[in-house]
């Protein structure tokens, strides 16, 4: 157990919808990160938050919102959503921002967009 | 830009034979790199990580790593394999010298079958 902790952990919904994906950091951690997990993508980092602020963007789709609260959970919002944005969408956590921090990451939280 | 790559889609082992796992990787600066594993239906897991030091890392459930900054790789190895290590495994990899902040560069994933 990594001790970052993801809610739902499957989630399926109609085109067009929109769903929010729930994380929980370990304890003590600051930053959050998110994942995208498909077979065609591999894994490509979405976006990343440290105590609140945005700290960096990867590959992510103007659909696609997130932010940090202020005790230190995280959302991720998907919105008109398409069959192609199916994929595991992983949290993940590390105690601060420096390169060498380890990253932690959650089970997951699967979407399928039907 | 960084980048990692896993020449092997699929690594076939023997239970109680050595298992390798190849990783090289490409940065403008020196390499964070990391190993994680995952189990189906399960996240990504922390094995190990090379930042400075020692060339030969050692990590969870008896896996090491070597450092070969020459040959800009980073192979994942078990002396001897279990049939439950069965699973993919990812090599990433971070540039220290660029502000790379959460951009962890992650390779395409290894499928290793242990079979017993």
């Known amino acids: 157990d990594s001790g970052v902790t993801q809610t739902p952990k499957h989630l399926i919904t109609a085109t067009g919808q929109r769903v929010t994906l729930r994380c929980s950091p370990r304890?003590?951690?600051?930053?959050v990160y998110w994942y995208q997990q498909s077979l065609d993508q591999g894994l490509q980092f979405l976006i990343q938050?440290?105590?609140?602020?945005?700290?960096a963007k990867g590959n992510i789709l103007e659909r696609f919102s997130a932010q940090q609260f202020p005790d230190l959970h995280s959302e991720l919002n998907l919105s008109s959503l398409e069959l192609g944005d199916s994929a595991l969408y992983f949290c993940?956590?590390?105690?601060?921002?420096?390169?060498?921090?380890?990253?932690?990451f959650g089970e997951g939280s699967w979407l399928t967009v039907v | 830009a960084q980048s990692v790559a896993q020449p092997e889609d699929q690594v076939n082992v023997a239970e109680g034979n050595p298992l390798t796992v190849k990783c090289t990787y490409s940065?403008?600066?020196?390499?964070?790199l990391f190993w994680y594993v995952q189990y189906p239906n399960r996240g990504l897991q922390f094995l190990l990580k090379?930042?400075?030091?020692?060339?030969l890392v050692k990590g969870s459930y008896g896996f090491e790593a070597e450092f070969n900054k020459s040959q800009t790789s980073f192979h994942l190895k078990k002396p001897s394999a279990l049939v439950s290590d069965s699973a993919l495994y990812f090599c990433?990899?971070?540039?220290?010298?660029?502000?790379?902040?959460?951009?962890?560069?992650f390779g395409a994933g290894t499928q290793v079958v242990v079979t017993p």
């Open positions: 993940a956590s590390s105690v601060g921002t420096a390169s060498g921090n380890t990253i932690y």
């Open positions: 304890s003590g951690d600051l930053s």
């Open positions: 938050y440290y105590n609140g602020e945005e700290r």
């Open positions: 940065v403008s600066g020196n390499p964070y």
């Open positions: 090379y930042i400075t030091g020692d060339n």
């Open positions: 990433a990899v971070r540039d220290a010298a660029t502000d790379s902040w959460g951009k962890l560069q």
